[in-house]
């Protein structure tokens, strides 16, 4: 017996409003096997900028609440930049092992097109630089292109420039110095990003301690990065500095959290909170310095931005060295303020997109 999950409009619309999303579009195609979801979030700064991930979901629900809550990450990863984008993203649900083909990537990338240019997706999890190139051929409204189309490329390396200068930030005011040599690093989660920031922490002269749900790929990383590997669920045990979650959300958990045994967590994932209510203020009362997620994994946004613009890698490289000031200026106003550090960040990006908005309210 298959037991039926029933989502009622009611309960749709009441999660589209507690989120406060513009506007959700289902896609579904019956020939290509296309299911996928976008959520826009906010457009007041911009047309929303979001990477299309695909994930084989438990339910449609879950899919559903995942890309309610990417996308709403991406309005705030845009605002506190300082970017002129809104906040969307998009998922396919489905193995991307055995269901992703020309034909669907292009069938989603039809749906994107009608929706005129109000959201623009690029590369997120399970998805390539390849991938973009067969949804370009259906939309114009594609970014994160090869370097030989003009495009600005994988946005891993950036990704995971911009969380390695968040960690420098946080590691600076909870151990008065930005220094990474010597520091023992917990990370978890060995996709591109991950990968790319054990350079830097390697090159630094960190002590690393790598995890995956993959144990090939923690044990490549291992052996490719000097570093000692643990189980999955090992990873919240360890005795370290930082750590840093790269992996996917919601780690930062009432279950994981107590187990921590760092003074800073830093890392790339999307809402590794998950609940920022509830596990924010926990991190502030355990002591431990939390950069929040959407500002310091915001150096891939800041890349495809760029090619949207018409700039180039170098440019998205200088603009997201800033993460380290604003960072560093989110966690000294938390601490004033008497909040936690995602509060402080999230309030600082609405307090953008309500002044520009002042701004765009006559034509």
């Keep these: 017996m298959v037991e039926t999950q029933v989502v009622t409009e009611a309960s749709i619309f009441g999660q589209i409003a507690e989120f406060q999303h513009e506007q959700v579009v289902y896609c579904h195609d019956h020939e290509t096997g296309l299911k996928a979801i976008i959520g826009i979030h906010n457009t007041v700064l911009g047309p929303a900028l979001g990477g299309t991930r695909m ?29 002129n984008l809104g906040g969307g993203k998009a998922v396919i649900i489905g193995d991307a092992a055995t269901m992703k083909t020309e034909a669907l990537l292009r069938k989603f990338g039809r749906f994107v097109q009608n929706l005129n240019g109000k959201y623009i997706t690029a590369e997120d999890v399970n998805m390539t630089t390849r991938d973009m190139e067969f949804i370009r051929m259906e939309t114009k409204h594609v970014s994160g292109l090869p370097e030989s189309m003009g495009g600005s490329g994988d946005p891993s390396p950036v990704t995971a420039y911009g969380t390695y200068m968040g960690m420098k930030a946080a590691a600076k005011r909870a151990f008065g ?85 760092c003074q800073v967590v830093a890392g790339c994932a999307n809402n590794q909170l998950a609940d920022e209510n509830i596990h924010g203020p926990e991190l502030v009362k355990r002591g431990i310095v939390y950069a929040p997620d959407f500002l310091i994994n915001a150096g891939g946004l800041i890349n495809v931005y760029s090619e949207v613009v018409g700039g180039n890698r170098e440019a998205a490289l200088i603009q997201t060295e800033k993460i380290y000031d604003i960072t560093t200026q989110v966690l000294a106003k938390a601490e004033q303020e008497g909040s936690h550090p995602q509060a402080a960040a999230t309030r600082q990006a609405e307090e953008r997109i309500a002044a520009i908005g002042k701004v765009k309210s006559t034509y």
């Design 55 to 83: 994930w084989h979901y438990a339910s449609d629900a879950e899919a559903l609440n995942d890309v309610l809550r990417l996308s709403r990450g991406m309005t705030y990863k845009a605002a506190i930049s300082g970017l």
């Design 177 to 261: 110095s930005d220094s990474l040599a010597g520091k023992r690093i917990a990370v978890q989660g060995m996709g591109h990003v991950g990968t790319y920031l054990l350079e830097y922490l390697q090159k630094e002269g960190a002590q690393l301690i790598v995890s995956d749900y993959y144990e090939d790929r923690a044990l490549d990383a291992a052996n490719r990065f000097g570093a000692q590997m643990v189980g999955l669920n090992d990873i919240y045990d360890q005795d370290v500095d930082i750590y840093s979650p790269c992996a996917l959300g919601a780690t930062l958990n009432s279950d994981t959290i107590p187990r921590l045994k």
